[in-house]
């Protein structure tokens, strides 16, 4: 069966109901009727963004981000997606292998491949195109790179500005003017939610400096992403991440905020798989505990290697899944282990595969969260859009977003000026958190608009 010949054969199966491009056993989503999607033709580009200073998680650090923007087209209508690509978040030994900008190479050559596998082409949807082509963009990835356990986010994070333009150029083509209508009906319920307000969070690298830490709780923000799992083998990894922890919670674990019960700040863990055992990570913790910090700690995301079949159901706090949560299937997986939590990444992993994962996380009564990728501006707001319509986490009345963008680009006002709406009302934080009107949501936070510049990078 060649390549051409297996994509019909999962889209058929699909639709009968017996099996997902995922694997997962599945009953056919109904189809939202006379809706669909045609691309005449694709083009990706990229830009590169320079940080303020180096960015360290999972264990290594990325000085630059590649900005990639893909054009759909069919008719008169034209419409743009964007993409951040982070392949140390990916695969971080993919990234070992090839450095920061040999790894950019490799997912931009993906994207590539996906423009051509669209073009002259018809869906059903875009999660259709998705099922379609993110088999033949994986196996194309691990061939290029040469590695042959390429993990699957590689791929997913290569297709998220060709997912955007799909869900833009579907609502032209199909007449949806806003973000709710866009929705496949099978998946509105998962993201039926609205709130008034979102929480800001913003994130705590290896290489944030005190002042910095402490500047960004007097700025308002109460809910803050630490990044544990420091550079090192296991045990320099866990003594860094004791020491660490301990001059963070010095440095503002005292702050107060009207935004909590208790009045106190939170914590959210996120050690991108590094630990790779229960024992070290319980360490950890009983250390955040000695220190006064644990009961501090809402969330714990990514704490093991997702290669090691370990159940967390006993660790005593919320423990989340993010890049292990590649597909719906491998999010089932993590919520069979324990988990009870979800860091959804529409900006990583695209929108349609995100739909996937809340509308089986709403299911299953697993609560979700946004996460980050150091996105710009207008990815902020595409990522807001799912986190305002998420149900709040159990013991909190807001939802709940990661955005460290404008504590990491050199030139985040200038991105925001490619924002069609980036200084709308909505995209400013006041004391920690996003408030969003009624506004925000007819306007559907901006992303319908078109952006003068990236739109001028195709002339």
């Known amino acids: 069966m060649n390549k051409m010949d297996r994509r019909n054969f999962v889209k058929s199966a699909a639709v009968l109901g017996s099996i997902s491009a995922t694997g997962l056993p599945v009953i056919a989503p109904s189809r939202d009727k006379n809706l669909s999607l045609k691309i005449e033709k694709a083009e990706a580009v990229f830009e590169r963004e320079p940080l303020i200073h180096s960015y360290g998680f999972k264990g290594g650090y990325i000085t630059t981000l590649w900005q990639i923007v893909t054009q759909l087209s069919q008719g008169s209508h034209k419409k743009v997606g964007l993409g951040i690509q982070s392949p140390l978040w990916s695969d971080s030994t993919l990234t070992g292998q090839w450095g920061e900008s040999g790894s950019n190479a490799l997912m931009y050559a993906m994207t590539a491949k996906a423009t051509q596998l669209i073009q002259q082409q018809s869906f059903e949807s875009p999660i259709d195109m998705l099922d379609q082509i993110l088999e033949e963009v994986y196996d194309y990835g691990k061939s290029i790179s040469q590695k042959k356990d390429l993990r699957m986010t590689y791929a997913l994070n290569a297709l998220v500005s060709v997912d955007n333009a799909a869900w833009l150029l579907y609502a032209a083509q199909n007449k949806l003017s806003s973000f709710d209508e866009m929705l496949p009906k099978d998946y509105r319920k998962a993201l039926s939610y609205q709130h008034k307000k979102v929480a800001s969070i913003p994130s705590i690298s290896f290489s944030t400096s005190d002042q910095e830490i402490a500047n960004t709780v007097t700025d308002g923000f109460f809910f803050l992403k630490v990044k544990i799992g420091s550079p090192g083998n296991q045990e320099e990894m866990l003594r860094r991440d004791m020491e660490r922890m301990t001059l963070i919670h010095k440095t503002i674990g005292q702050f107060s905020t009207p935004n909590t019960a208790d009045g106190k700040i939170r914590y959210y863990f996120d050690a991108n798989g590094r630990y790779q055992s229960k024992d070290d990570m319980m360490k950890l913790l009983d250390h955040c505990r000695k220190i006064g910090a644990l009961d501090q700690i809402s969330i714990l995301e990514e704490p093991f290697n997702e290669n090691l079949d370990i159940d967390v159901s006993d660790m005593g706090l919320r423990v989340a899944a993010d890049e292990s949560a590649h597909t719906d299937r491998d999010a089932l997986r993590r919520i069979e282990m324990g988990y009870t939590a979800i860091a959804l990444k529409p900006i990583a992993k695209t929108l349609s595969m995100t739909l996937k994962i809340a509308k089986l996380a709403y299911e299953r009564n697993i609560p979700c969260l946004c996460a980050d990728l150091t996105v710009n501006p207008v ?56 408030n969003l009107s009624s506004e925000f949501y007819k306007q559907s936070g901006g992303i319908f608009d078109d952006s003068k510049h990236y739109l001028g990078l195709f002339k």
């Open 379 to 434: 990815l902020v707001d595409w990522n807001k859009s799912v986190a305002a319509r998420l149900l709040p986490l159990p013991g909190l009345d807001t939802g709940l977003l990661e955005t460290n963008g404008h504590q990491n680009y050199a030139r985040w006002e200038e991105l925001r000026g490619y924002h069609p709406q980036g200084h709308a009302p909505w995209t400013e934080v006041k004391d920690g958190v996003f």
